[in-house]
């Protein structure tokens, strides 16, 4: 019966980037582990995406996960060019009242918009939601954090404090790799941008603040960490859409698609390479495209750039009707999921955003790595040399990548021995996929593992109420 169900919160940050593997763990939890979600949403204006994506996840949960939004905070006075991270951080922080209220209902077992559900065992926050563990420590809610990237990235942050200590000057000056525990050696100028200056407290401080409160809750000297994934997000389907039916066409394995992730934005120059490179590769391909930015390489990651403008009319004069047939441009926004589950796609150009790269091994589709933004450039560095399963077109020094190189790079990827090799190792780790997320399998047991103390209670809260 639906309200003996146990009922978790979750707490995603803005950005559709990381709403989207927290909606992925929310719908594993209510299809597979029998949980009732209430999916709590800080608003940032007019999202259609989200929305959509929202209605998919209620949809396909069968009402075990409701969303709630919080209501819109006045972030007027933030300079448009502040900080993706600041921006985020600033809007969980102006919202902790509205949320106060909520968990504490939720928390309660007192009716909310949510209706029937049980009263919450848990809260799952995104790691940029850190402020929201002074809130939950007062009121006791078991807190877990749901960290949307890799492993890589999480040794590097809770290393960061001992790095700062020992390494002095910028990271990109460094002459020799980063030693990260447990990690391949990575060039200081591949760690984040967020990471790249030395006076920006932020990230550092968002990461040392939820050590601490891991460790005062009575964890060790880190956080007890639970593997899981990789989570995708299963949404409805839409066998109208265009791009699908035009897939459906195309033979097996033939077609590229090229997409930059929820945020990603090129300059008007390197658009046209990109669009001339595309074309000299003679492959078939899909891609999405958005207006360019001259300033910016994650643009549209709160909401798209185009303002109602066509971001077709910034293709090279001509492009799209010498492409008929054997491209497709899309403007914005594809459902990528799909498309990458869709036997014609044979290569994924990606920014490497974590989403993305698990979509594809999810689907066994080998990569062309082209890392844009945040932690992008390491994840880029894993998979063309550490697993290699993608390769990486050279960028110049003034920053672009020309057309030959696209071109070189999309014919290497689509037809030569070495595109063939990186999707027999792409299709190796698509099995080791399917197993950790079957019964039995290290994600699955892993995320029933946590969801007992969810059921049950964990011993480390309960010891937090005795004191
Ligand atoms: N996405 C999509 N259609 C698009 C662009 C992006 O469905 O046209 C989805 C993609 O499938 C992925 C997410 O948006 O789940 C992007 O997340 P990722 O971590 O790859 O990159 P970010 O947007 O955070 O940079």
Redesign the pocket.
């Given at each position: 019966m639906e309200t003996q169900r146990p009922h978790v919160a979750i707490f995603p940050s803005p950005?559709?980037?990381?709403l989207?593997p927290l909606a992925a763990f929310a719908q594993q939890l209510a299809t597979i582990h029998g949980f009732s979600v209430t999916f709590i949403n800080v608003s940032t204006g007019s999202s259609p995406m989200q929305d959509s994506i929202l209605a998919g996840l209620e949809q396909t949960c069968k009402g075990f996960v409701k969303s709630v939004e919080l209501p819109m905070m006045d972030m007027s006075d933030i300079p448009p060019d502040t900080g993706k991270v600041v921006q985020i951080s600033l809007t969980i922080r102006r919202s902790l009242g509205s949320l106060r209220g909520l968990l504490g209902d939720l928390f309660s077992g007192l009716p909310t918009a949510t209706g029937r559900f049980p009263a919450i065992s848990g809260l799952i926050a995104d790691p940029f939601c850190a402020d929201v563990i002074e809130l939950t420590h007062e009121l006791q809610l078991p807190t877990y954090l749901f960290f949307t990237s890799t492993a890589t990235l999480l040794s590097l942050m809770l290393h960061l404090p001992t790095l700062d200590q020992e390494i002095s000057g910028e990271y990109r000056d460094l002459d020799f790799p980063v030693q990260v525990p447990g990690c391949f050696p990575i060039p200081g100028k591949d760690l984040p941008e967020q990471l790249q200056d030395r006076e920006d407290e932020d990230p550092r401080a968002s990461s040392n603040k939820n050590l601490e409160r891991q460790e005062a809750w009575g964890a060790i000297s880190v956080p007890k960490i639970v593997p899981v994934g990789p989570l995708?997000?299963d949404l409805p389907d839409n066998p109208g859409e265009e791009c699908l039916k035009w897939l459906d066409e195309q033979p097996l394995n033939s077609v590229l698609f090229v997409?930059f992730?929820?945020?990603?934005t090129f300059t008007h120059e390197q658009m046209n390479e990109m669009a001339m490179g595309l074309e000299a590769s003679e492959q078939r391909f899909l891609w999405?495209i958005r207006k360019p930015h001259q300033t910016s390489s994650?643009a549209s990651?709160f909401s798209s750039t185009s303002n109602g403008e066509d971001p077709l009319a910034f293709l090279p004069l001509g492009f799209v009707s010498r492409i008929q047939g054997r491209g497709l441009v899309i403007p914005?926004?594809?459902?990528?999921?799909r498309i990458l589950a869709h036997s014609s796609i044979g290569g994924f150009m990606?920014?490497c955003?974590?989403?993305?790269?698990l979509?594809s091994v999810k689907n066994g589709v080998p990569m062309i790595a082209w890392p844009l933004?945040?932690e992008q450039r390491m994840n880029a560095l894993m998979l063309a040399n550490e697993i290699k399963v993608a390769l990486r077109p050279k960028m110049e020094d003034d920053g672009i990548v020309y057309k030959h190189e696209i071109e070189r790079a999309v014919r290497c990827l689509m037809e030569e021995e070495e595109g063939k090799l990186l999707r027999e190792k792409m299709g190796e780790l698509k099995t080791a996929t399917d197993s950790a997320l079957a019964k039995g399998g290290t994600s699955y047991e892993s995320v029933n593992d946590v969801a007992e103390e969810w059921r049950f209670g964990s011993p480390i809260w309960k010891d937090m109420k005795k004191v």
């Open positions: 950005g559709l980037g990381h989207i995708t997000l997409c992730g929820s945020g990603g999405v994650s990651f914005d926004w594809a459902p990528q999921g990606s920014h955003g974590w989403n993305s790269t979509e933004y945040a």
